[in-house]
Nanobody, 120 residues
Framework: QVQLVESGGGLVQAGGSLRLSCAPS????????MGWYRQAPGKQRDLVAD???????NYADSVKGRFTISRDNAKNTVYLQMNSLKPEDTAVYYC??????????????WGQGTQVTVSS
């Protein structure tokens, strides 16, 4: 089974930066979209940013201008550069990948999550 593996989380002071990475542990193909979601305790999991194989990006309003998502299609790796971090960014960040096989067959993969903690 293919697993998505996140790295780069940790503890950082407000105003600091972190760079998250996510890559599959095994071979995978036909990944149309990859992205990052986050979930704080007691709250729902929300989209942070995603990116298509063509490079089109989408960001949550709360992170626009501070976060940048990028992708290496050859490696099926997605990155999230997080700058000007705020305490409200504290959450578990999850990598997500959408596998498009056909109009009727779309699979979703999730990473195990990486903790990001921003201290004030």
């Amino acid at each position: 089974q293919v697993q998505l593996v996140e790295s780069g989380g940790g503890l950082v002071q407000a105003g600091g930066s972190l760079r998250l990475s996510c890559a599959p542990s095994g071979s995978i193909f036909s990944i149309s979209c990859m992205g990052w979601y986050r979930q704080a305790p007691g709250k729902q999991r929300d989209l942070v940013a995603d990116i298509t194989s063509g490079g089109s990006t989408n960001y949550a309003d709360s992170v626009k201008g501070r976060f940048t998502i990028s992708r290496d299609n050859a490696k099926n790796t997605v990155y999230l550069q997080m700058n000007s971090l705020k305490p409200e960014d504290t959450a578990v960040y999850y990598c997500h990948a959408e596998q498009y096989l056909s109009d009727a067959t779309v699979n979703h993969y999730w990473g195990q999550g990486t903790q990001v903690t921003v201290s004030s």
